[in-house]
Every structure is written in C-alpha cells, then in structure tokens.
C-alpha cells in the first residue's frame, strides 16, 4: 500500500506496460503519468493454474507423492486439476478480489 504523508503528493509513472495490477497499484496515487503508448490494463482479475501432474507421471515418468494437511491445502496445486469444491472455493477468491479491486478504484480515482 501507497503510505501517503499529508501535503506530500504520490505520482505514479507507468512503464511500457501497467497491465490491471498496474492500475490497481496505482489507484491511491495523486496522479498517473503514462506514455501514450503505454498499455495500461483495465479493471479485472484473471486467475488459473497449469496442471501438469498427468504429464510429469506419464510422459516424463516422475513419481509424486503429495502430504498435505487442510481442507484446501492443494486448491493451488499444479499436479491435479481443481475439484468442485477447490474450483467453486477459487471462482469465489476472484469475485472477492474483483470487488475489492472495483471498490479501490471508486474510491481513489
């Protein structure tokens, strides 16, 4: 988080690109420089995970052998795909962050 002192002005320049994290840094600031081609994201958030457990054990031949503790422990794991209730737990993550994002952005800009 921008710490700001009183009467002291944040200025944010942005690079060749900001993408959206840019932005969302960037939102608290007293004013936005960019270049006119810097490409600068829009409000959003994407999120994913590769799954390369299926390659790593039959392509590759690598054994793995996973202990976790906790009902989530591996939601981000890349060696399985996401259960229903991992997936359900992660769409949730998004929509949380995507609300915070667009609540900083109102409020600041």
């Known amino acids: 988080a921008i710490v700001a002192q009183p009467g002291i ?3 944010v320049s942005m690079g060749s690109a900001a993408a959206s994290g ?4 960037s939102a608290p600031a007293s004013a936005i420089v960019a ?3 810097t490409m600068t994201g829009s409000i959003g958030v994407v999120g994913g995970k590769f799954v ?3 390659f790593l ?4 031949g690598v054994n793995i052998g996973i202990l976790s503790k906790g009902k989530r422990a591996g939601v981000l794991s890349a060696i399985e795909p996401f259960s229903e ?3 359900k737990w992660f769409e949730n993550s998004l ?6 994002f667009l609540t900083k952005v109102a409020m600041d800009r």
Do not use: A, K, S
């Open 9 to 11: 002005p944040v200025v």
């Open 22 to 25: 840019g932005y969302f840094i």
């Open 35 to 37: 270049q006119p081609g």
């Open 52 to 54: 390369i457990g299926r």
């Open 57 to 60: 054990r039959e392509i590759v």
């Open 85 to 87: 209730d991992g997936r």
């Open 95 to 100: 929509d949380t962050t995507y609300t915070e």
